[in-house]
């Protein structure tokens, strides 16, 4: 049984949705798939024959864009990518607006077409940070899942980043000495007003995990309670790395929880919080990660995060994992 179950519906592991760790069931038994598919990531080739993977991005990607075409490659099924922003219409969201703007075409019309032509579609739609209630209810993701009648995980909607969590959880399985490791997620200074989806997705896998797990950020930047339950963040980054296993270091804006007015703001830029050598040496020689886009020298030291500790390719490259092992279960589905 997950531990953060009350959060969530549990779900039996047919995936319909992926966007929280109940989603996938007992997480014992798919950290141990992750584990089994790492042996023999084309072990399930034949289950994707003649089956094909949307994958739309409404923002850009690295890793995320390659590591789910290389997962949907490694189960045998065909992909289709598409940018919206970089040749397709440009698409109105809101039902009940006069479309004599620059938008052509409707979501509730590209939804259906697009599910016309796949069996199982991924959706990259960060936060917009206009209305925290349009991003806090997942309003386009949930468009995509009411009106595609397919298969939908998010590839990084407006408040989680399931398939990144779900591969640093593999990361720390892999690398930890002991058998419930304390794991320490930081805030870090960024020039950028970034979405909370990375922090909200790790917390919450991390307590349905088997971890100690802290986070540590300046007043202002706490959790919503959907993803942390009642856990509250330390707010003294010292105190939080003392006996640390793991650092997880990740900027984000205001959540909007303790200062619903200044939802999506950026309220502090101090550097103080950067990880550095310095706060490496308050650790047990914690091992390092960050999900990556990361600015060096604002989140982390160049020393950190090239030290033998940093953990931020194997994470990176579990991402293949933690993609196939999704669209596995979404594929066992159909
Ligand atoms: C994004 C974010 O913080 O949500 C994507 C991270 C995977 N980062 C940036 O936009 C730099
Ligand atoms: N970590 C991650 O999701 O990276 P991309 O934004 O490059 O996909």
């Not at 069931?25 to 950290?31: F, S, T």
């Not at 259906?112 to 739609?125: A, F, L, Q, W």
């Not at 509250?232 to 205001?254: I, L, T």
Request: glycine share 4%; charged share 25%; aromatic share 10%.
């Amino acid at each position: 049984m997950l531990k953060n179950q009350k959060f969530h519906d549990f779900k039996l592991p047919d995936m319909q949705t992926f966007l929280y760790p109940a989603d996938l069931g007992d997480l014992r038994k798919a950290l141990d798939e992750a584990a089994e598919i790492k042996q023999d990531r084309y072990k399930h080739q034949q289950l994707g024959h003649n089956k094909t993977a949307l994958l739309i991005f409404f923002n850009n990607s690295l890793r995320t864009r390659l590591s789910t075409q290389k997962a949907a490659l490694n189960l045998g099924m065909n992909v289709i990518v598409l940018d919206i922003n970089q040749g397709a219409w440009k698409l109105e969201t809101e039902r009940g607006v006069i479309m004599d703007g620059d938008k052509s075409e409707h979501l509730l019309e590209a939804i259906p077409v697009m599910s016309s032509y796949c069996d199982i579609i991924g959706v990259r739609t960060f936060a917009r940070f206009e209305n925290r209630e349009d991003d806090y209810s997942e309003s386009i993701l949930r468009q995509f899942i009411r009106h595609s009648g397919k298969p939908v995980f998010s590839m990084e909607s407006a408040t989680v980043h399931p398939l990144q969590a779900f591969a640093d959880l593999i990361t720390i399985e892999e690398y930890k000495k002991t058998a419930r490791p304390k794991v320490v997620m930081t805030w870090a200074p960024h020039p950028k007003a970034l979405p909370q989806a990375v922090p909200n997705s790790f917390a919450q896998w991390m307590l349905a995990a088997d971890v100690d797990f802290v986070y540590t950020c300046p007043e202002g930047y706490e959790l919503d309670a959907q993803f942390v339950g009642d856990l509250k963040p330390e707010y003294d980054q010292a105190k939080a790395f003392a006996n640390a296993d793991f650092v997880y270091a990740k900027n984000w804006s205001c959540p909007g929880v303790t200062l619903p007015d200044k939802y999506g703001q950026i309220l502090s830029k101090d550097m103080s919080w950067m990880v550095d050598s310095d706060h490496m040496a308050l650790t047990n020689n914690a091992f390092f990660m960050h999900c990556l886009p990361v600015r060096r020298n604002m989140i982390v030291s160049d020393d950190v995060i090239e030290a033998p500790t940093s953990l931020v390719i194997p994470e990176a490259a579990n991402r293949e994992i933690s993609a196939t092992v999704v669209l596995k279960r979404m594929l066992q589905a159909i």
